[in-house]
């Protein structure tokens, strides 16, 4: 069995923070580069963060540069999304996501979970 699951979403005012978690089963999570996507209302679904396996290497989109940061817990099989400065325009549905590529490109992305929401409010 491969699994992702998100969680952590909720509603906070702009300026606060979030961590999101997502747990993954073992068989995915070993080996696999995970990335956090998210999807606002009427838009596609974007790239936020990735964090590779072998050095825990990390990239960010230039929106969320400086303000989130990924990051993982082997013994826990769980990779984080901490959000801090919160925006209006991260209200989305976060997503995580497993790749055996170095990619930052949804298409590229084998497993997903099935997001959780995040609402920031003005």
């Known amino acids: 069995q491969v699994q992702l699951v998100e969680s952590g979403g909720g509603l906070v005012q702009a300026g606060g923070s979030l961590r999101l978690s997502c747990a993954a089963s073992?068989?995915?999570?070993?080996?696999?580069?995970m990335g956090w996507f998210r999807q606002a209302p009427g838009k596609e679904r974007e790239f936020v963060a990735r964090?590779?396996?072998?050095?825990?290497?990390?990239v960010y989109s230039d929106s969320v540069k400086g303000r989130f940061t990924i990051s993982r817990d082997n013994a826990k099989n769980t990779v984080y999304l901490q959000m801090s400065s919160l925006k209006p325009e991260d209200t989305a549905v976060y997503y995580c996501?497993?790749?055996?590529?170095?990619?930052?490109?949804?298409?590229?992305?084998?497993?997903w979970g099935q997001g959780t929401q995040v609402t920031v409010s003005s």
């Open positions: 996501a497993a790749t055996l590529r170095s990619t930052i490109y949804l298409i590229d992305y084998d497993y």
């Open positions: 073992i068989s995915i999570f070993s080996g696999y580069n």
């Open positions: 964090i590779h396996w072998s050095d825990e290497r990390t």
